[in-house]
């Protein structure tokens, strides 16, 4: 029989898995009302010890825009949600962040435009928060980041403009924050042949003209980068529309490359499609340096509001990135 000091390690160790597995989803997510997470693409802050989660509300009929060569299936632009947590289990909902319009066809943020893969940053010189996220027409022509800005993490954001950084095509894109402060925009570009990676102006609201162009010709979108290490990794995925398809990962010395890359990072049955998702954002776990949360989208490209999602843990051992499903999944 166990005394009661093994019984209290027990319940520790218990409690410990119970809590770092909870976070990981295959399937669907629901928030603390039962509601279906509408967060695709998503993205996480973590601000002053709350979790705030930013996505792509995916909401109406799902349609295939006539004439392209490619499946080109779309849903209204909802805007962007936001959520919050404390726990990355537990999910709030907050509101829209950034509200879509609608009866003007040439706006940035019309319901029949694209709105896609929000990141929000804080900066701490300005006080704001600031969200880029791609903006594009239905046939993905246009290729612009657009960029917003709030006071406070869930909103209401501002929509400023959209541009093309440097006169560049920017499609599947993320921001990356450096621990000094730097930001950076990394997106496809060059009709997704080549990715570039941007330093961001002082507030983070502009693109400056210092980029560089990484994994060039490699037709690579769905970018999530983090830093491990003193080192910068990249994931991200090939461009087959909705379509999963491996994920591969690279890494360098610093957020504009050169990146080297590395390979698969998935493990196990399934690897080759991504376990069935597309990465959106690496999230740092705030207590083990080496340890992180993989977070990618299941696309249902014939009904894209039933998308859900695949949170996994990733790890980094010995430079190695690994990211592997759960016992029983
Ligand atoms: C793949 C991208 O990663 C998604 O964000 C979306 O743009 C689809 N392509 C559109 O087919």
Not at 34 to 40: S, T
Not at 154 to 166: A, L, M
Not at 181 to 198: H, P, R, W
């Amino acid at each position: 029989m166990p005394g009661t000091k093994h019984l209290l390690l027990i319940l520790a160790v218990l409690c410990f898995f119970g809590k770092t597995q909870a976070q990981y989803i295959k399937g669907e997510l629901n928030d603390i009302n039962g509601r279906f997470v509408n967060a695709h693409g998503a993205g996480i802050l973590f601000y002053n010890g709350i979790y705030y989660l930013f996505g792509e509300i995916k909401k109406g009929k799902t349609w295939l825009v006539p004439g392209q060569q490619w499946e080109d299936y779309r849903v209204p632009a909802g805007g962007v949600s936001c959520y919050s947590s404390s726990d990355l289990e537990h999910w709030k909902y907050l509101g829209i962040a950034l509200a879509p319009s609608t009866g003007d066809s040439t706006k940035d943020l019309d319901t029949g435009r694209v709105i896609e893969r929000p990141k929000v940053v804080y900066n701490y010189k300005t006080k704001k928060f600031v969200m880029w996220m791609h903006i594009d027409k239905k046939d993905y022509s246009y290729s612009q980041a657009g960029v917003a800005v709030s006071d406070k993490p869930e909103g209401p954001y501002q929509y400023i403009r959209s541009v093309r950084p440097n006169g560049q095509m920017a499609r599947d894109m993320t921001v990356f924050k450096d621990s000094d402060g730097k930001a950076f925009l990394i997106y496809s570009s060059e009709d997704n042949n080549t990715m570039q990676v941007c330093l961001l102006s002082a507030d983070y609201l502009s693109p400056t003209e210092r980029y560089s162009r990484i994994l060039v010709g490699r037709r690579r979108e769905a970018p999530a980068m983090f830093k491990n290490g003193g080192k910068y990794y990249l994931i991200t995925s090939s461009c087959t529309g909705w379509s999963p398809n491996a994920a591969t990962y690279a890494v360098a010395n610093g957020p504009m490359g050169p990146f080297r890359e590395i390979g698969n990072p998935c493990q196990g049955p399934g690897a080759e499609t991504t376990f069935d998702a597309q990465s959106t954002f690496v999230l740092p776990s705030k207590d083990e340096p080496d340890n992180y949360l993989f977070m990618a989208d299941r696309w249902n490209k014939l009904d894209l509001p039933k998308s859900d999602y695949l949170w996994l843990p990733l790890t980094v051992d010995k430079g190695k990135v690994i990211i592997q499903q759960q016992t029983g999944d």
